[in-house]
Structure formats: structure tokens, C-alpha cells
């Protein structure tokens, strides 16, 4: 199976969506397709991703099918981008993507939760 990386991203979020039209601009090969969560809530549904969880977390599906959340997914998408290939390689060979992983998550914990609590988060018929 071969297809293009999907990035699964929260458009409510101004953060994650400054970063999402960031990756557009430098994806000028066009090899990254993009899942809006908030469009599609139950896109992760089908590998046991709760919507709750896939928006805790990055998501980024790679060519070949397999998921990856947290840093992990960052790691797996930037091998897709030109000047952020090097940034992952690197990440990878100092034997460093665990620890990435780790504060990664560290720092995005409860930020779904956070908007919920300020409102911003309903989908309807979906709550986390």
C-alpha cells in the first residue's frame, strides 16, 4: 500500500493550525494529505482512537498505513518535508526520539481538555 502521509490536526486550535499552514507552505512536493478532526471526528475511529484521544495528540499516518501519535507522528511527518528531514534524521540518530516523544506529550497534555473547558471544543454528538 502506498499513499500519500496524512496529518490528522483540531482546526478550533489556532496553534496547531498555525503549524498546519505551515507544513502547506513548505510541502511543496505535495506529499503530506491532511484529516481535519473537527470535520471528521471519528477519523481515527477504526484503529481504537477515541475522538477525545486523537485530539490530545498529534496523529500522522505514514505511506505505508501504520499510525503514529505524539512525537513519534512529528518525527514521521517531517521525514516528508524538505529542511525537516534533517531535524528527524538527527532526532533518530542521537537516539533522541523517545525523550521527544516524552516532552512532546508532557507539553500537550490536557490541551483538548483545556478548550473544552473554555467551551470551544463541541462537536456535535461527540464529547470527550
Partial sequence: MHMKTTMYYDSGCPV???GVRHYRRVDWARRLAWSDLMANPDALADEGVSFADA???LHVRDRR???H???YAFL???DELPGYRRIAWLIRTL???APFDRIYRRLSRGRYLKRCEAGVCF???KNP
Fill in 55 to 57: 485530539m490530545e495528540h
Fill in 95 to 97: 537516539r533522541l526520539s
Fill in 65 to 67: 498505513g501504520r499510525l
Fill in 123 to 125: 462537536v456535535e454528538g
Fill in 76 to 78: 514521521t511527518l517531517w
Fill in 69 to 71: 501519535a505524539g512525537g
Fill in 16 to 18: 496547531c493550525m498555525r
